[in-house]
């Protein structure tokens, strides 16, 4: 792999917006180990810094990490300072606060999609971007839902249900998400199409991602499945019968390919792993930790029938990281559970 043509040399500066978040803190990670620079955008220093201490000292002592603070990704002007002089950038913050509203997300989301390709396209220093999508842009990831997903495949119901007339109650936030993600792959495609930008463009788009969290705050946030079962807490689960899993590490490295591979271009990634229930995954932590008393299974579960095309992403992962598939749901739920012992959950 050493030897592998790379659109950007070793010690190369890549932006990855959102950089505490559990895909961007992995991206950043697997991009320091294999030689490059990352300037990460947090919302508060303080915040950060114990993620930091814990898992990126080395690379911040040495002054291959630096961190900037853009405290509203979605407010005017919020890269300027971070994308000057950077060969790259991972656009991998996200609106997740889940607010019903969409006037409050979708619009503010599209706008700023549009002017961080913007300013990537001022900043001649720019030859990669990648854009963290989901599933959830291409379809509604349902049982009875069997849409074959493909470049052009769109979660049209998320964004009409999204802009359907008031009340905004909470139960609507997760839709409006939808249709926020929807919004800015749409948005980041139609830039491409009418500016035809120098650099390469990607989206990476997981299904649920699991695995291993850097810091307390990933494993505390609500999509965080696994810590969920852990402590019972299945508001969000008991809604769902199945889902498709993803380890983080996996997405981390497809943005890392979707950067550095000369031959991917304008792709949509799809990054679903594993077709499984929560009984799938509860089965494995009850062998992880046998004496902790963990919830029941659900009952009426089922699998999901959407599907994709993997050929490029697992021709990826083989080549940037020496892996035939995707890691397992076995050893993703397990390293999650480990952790979560660790940190005396």
Known sequence: MSDQKTTLPKGSLILITGFTGFVASHTAKQFLERGYRVRGTVRNLAKSSELVEQNFKEWADRGELELVVVPDFTADHAFDEAIRGVDAVAHIAAAVDFDPNPNNVIPQTISSMVALLELAIKESSVKQFVYTSSIVAAVLPVPGVDTHVGPDTWNETAVELAWAPPPYEPTRGM???????????????????????????????????????????????????????????????????????????????????????????????????????????????????????????????TTLTVTADFSQPLALLKKWGGQDGWISLEDTVTENVKVLVKMEF
């Open 175 to 301: 839709i409006v998400y939808m249709a926020s993600k929807v919004a800015a792959e749409k948005a980041m495609w139609d830039f491409v199409k009418e500016r035809k930008p120098r650099f390469a463009v990607n989206s990476v788009s997981p299904a649920a991602i699991l695995g291993e969290p850097l810091h307390r705050s990933q494993a505390e946030v609500k999509p965080a499945h696994v810590r969920a079962l852990y402590q019972g807490d299945i508001e969000f689960q008991s809604g769902t019968r199945a889902t498709i899993s993803v380890n983080v590490k996996d997405v981390a490295l497809l943005h890392v390919a979707a950067i550095l591979d000369p031959d991917t271009q304008n792709e949509r990634l799809q990054a679903w792993a594993q077709y499984c229930t929560w009984n799938d995954i509860l089965s494995i932590m009850r062998k992880v930790v046998p004496d902790r008393k963990l919830i029941d299974d659900f009952p009426d579960m």
